[in-house]
């Protein structure tokens, strides 16, 4: 009973953090409601005993993205006047939605028309360090080598894009 | 039980397509792709926790890793290309039109 009403909160206010997102005019106050969101997410992961992902979801998400996206913002001082003139974006975002309803309906009758698996009750250790780690560094040892020489990639290329001069100085 | 967190799934994915497709703030666009891959997570840890197997929080990991790759890379390419331009308009940035 407890956990369908903290699910039921959660997941009001992490659609109320996206709506937000996408209707707010400045990115800071978007920034902000995607936090919300990310927060309200970390819970839901909770309340599905993930346990390990719930922590790297506040940490990595809603902490190093979130705080780096609000320093950009921050560094690049945008002003509301420098923002794009979006004076009809209410009239993109009613379209956009009328054309996204068919798609939407679509989805939820392809997941509601899966199998019903009932919650079943897990052991204490599901969705820890030690077990998620050993799927890890057992099943998806490849893909994990695989995302550190992306995150070398992505590195290197930041540093590159950053620290780039004018070629005519 | 299962369906309630994969609706959710689909409904913040579709308002991040929504972000995507209507808005003209580059930053704002950035943090609705964001919300789809956060969309894409809660799907994974829905579908491994009812099928208690933990594949799928290795898959949301690795989802992770590359959405803060991305992070860094298009932050890196926002600030060049403010600096460029000086706005931050999607429809100012169309240097590859032919």
């Known amino acids: ?169 | 039980m299962i369906q309630d967190y994969l609706i959710l799934s689909v409904i913040l994915f579709c308002i991040g397509i929504l972000g995507v497709v209507s808005r003209r703030n580059v930053l704002i666009v950035f943090m609705s792709i964001e919300l789809m891959l956060n969309a894409a997570n809660l799907a994974f840890i829905a579908f491994s926790r009812f099928h208690v197997s933990m594949d799928g929080h290795v898959l949301a990991m690795m989802v992770m890793a590359v959405a803060a790759a991305e992070a860094a890379l298009a932050l890196a390419v926002v600030i060049l290309l403010h600096r460029h331009k000086g706005k931050l308009d999607t429809n100012v940035f169309s240097l590859l039109k032919g």
């Open chain 1, 1 to 169: 009973m407890f956990a369908e009403w903290l699910f039921t909160g959660f997941s009001i206010l992490s659609v109320l953090g996206a709506i937000g997102l996408v209707i707010f005019r400045h990115p800071m106050n978007g920034a902000m409601s995607l936090v919300i969101t990310m927060i309200s997410l970390a819970g839901l992961y909770a309340l599905l005993s993930a346990k390990l992902i719930f922590a790297i979801q506040l940490i990595v998400y809603a902490g190093a993205i979130m705080s780096l996206m609000v320093f950009i913002i921050m560094f690049l001082n945008v002003q509301t006047e420098d923002l794009p003139e979006e004076k009809n974006r209410f009239l993109y975002l009613f379209g956009g939605a009328v054309v996204l309803a068919p798609v939407f309906f679509f989805l939820k009758k392809v997941v509601t028309s899966l199998p019903g698996s009932e919650a079943t009750i897990v052991g204490g250790g599901f969705g820890g360090v030690k077990e998620v780690g050993l799927v890890l560094f057992r099943d998806w040892l490849l893909p994990f080598e695989i995302v550190s020489i992306l995150l070398l990639v992505a590195l290197v290329g930041a540093v590159l894009l950053a620290g780039k001069r004018r070629m005519s100085q």
